[in-house]
C-alpha cells in the first residue's frame, strides 16, 4: 500500500507561479510575434528567430524547433491537397499539365505562407511550457 505520509515532496520551482498561457502564446507564435509579449517580432527574416525581443527583451535563442514545423506544415499542405486534387481530377478531368501547374503552385504557396507560422507556434508553445531553457535556468 502507499502511505501518504512518507510521500516525498519536491519544492516548487521559484518561476512555477509565473503564468504562461499556451494557447496564447501559441497564437502570438502563430502571428510572428513575441510569445511573451506580443508586440515584438519573432523573426529577423524569414524563418531566423531574434535573439532577445526589441520590445521586452525575452531571451528567444533558447528554441528548438528544428523539424518539427517543417513536418507540420507538410502534413497540413498534404491533408488539404490531397484530397483536392482528388475531387479537382475526378469532377472535372482536366488536362494533366493544367492539374500539375495549379497544385504545384497552390502547394508551394500554402507551405511559404504556413512554414515561418508554425515555426512561431513551435516556439511559442515551448516558450510557454518552459521547455529548452526558457525556464529562467542558467
Not at 519573432?42 to 524547433?65: I, N, Q, S, W
Not at 528544428?66 to 486534387?85: E, F
Request: glycine share 8%; aromatic share 10%.
Amino acid at each position: 500500500m502507499f502511505d501518504e505520509s512518507r510521500q516525498m515532496t519536491m519544492p516548487m520551482p521559484a518561476h512555477a507561479e509565473e503564468d504562461r498561457p499556451t494557447k496564447r502564446a501559441m497564437m502570438r507564435g502563430f502571428r510572428k510575434r513575441c510569445p511573451n509579449c506580443g508586440n515584438g517580432p519573432l523573426f529577423e527574416g524569414y524563418l531566423k528567430v531574434v535573439d532577445h525581443c526589441p520590445v521586452c527583451e525575452e531571451a528567444l535563442y533558447h528554441h528548438r524547433a528544428d523539424d518539427g514545423p517543417a513536418y507540420l506544415t507538410i502534413l497540413v499542405v498534404g491533408h488539404i491537397v490531397a484530397p483536392l486534387l482528388h475531387v479537382v481530377f475526378t469532377a472535372f478531368r482536366p488536362d494533366p499539365l493544367v492539374l500539375f501547374t495549379i497544385f504545384t503552385v497552390a502547394s508551394v504557396a500554402m507551405s511559404l505562407f504556413l512554414l515561418p507560422r508554425l515555426k512561431g507556434l513551435v516556439v511559442g508553445i515551448q516558450w510557454a511550457r518552459r521547455m529548452h531553457g526558457f525556464g529562467g535556468e542558467e
